[in-house]
């Protein structure tokens, strides 16, 4: 089973797990103009721009993966 590792603060271009309107999610945060949202990683997603809040709650630092 995959562990995250997270820490705090967050910085531009940062993978974290967030808050986002109730919802919790991973993804890159960003900030362009002063405006923060979330992106996936896959290109065929669209960005996440928060319609009441965006809460950081970590930021992921490391994947740890057992071998078969």
């Not at 940062?14 to 362009?32: N, S």
């Amino acid at each position: 089973t995959p562990s995250v590792v997270i820490r705090t603060p967050w910085r531009n271009g940062d993978i974290v797990a967030a808050l986002i309107d109730g919802q919790t999610t991973l993804k890159r945060f960003v900030t362009q103009q002063g405006k923060a949202f979330l992106r996936a990683e896959n290109p065929h997603f669209p960005d996440l721009l928060p319609v009441h809040d965006l809460i950081v709650q970590g930021v992921m630092i490391a994947l740890l993966r057992q071998a078969a």
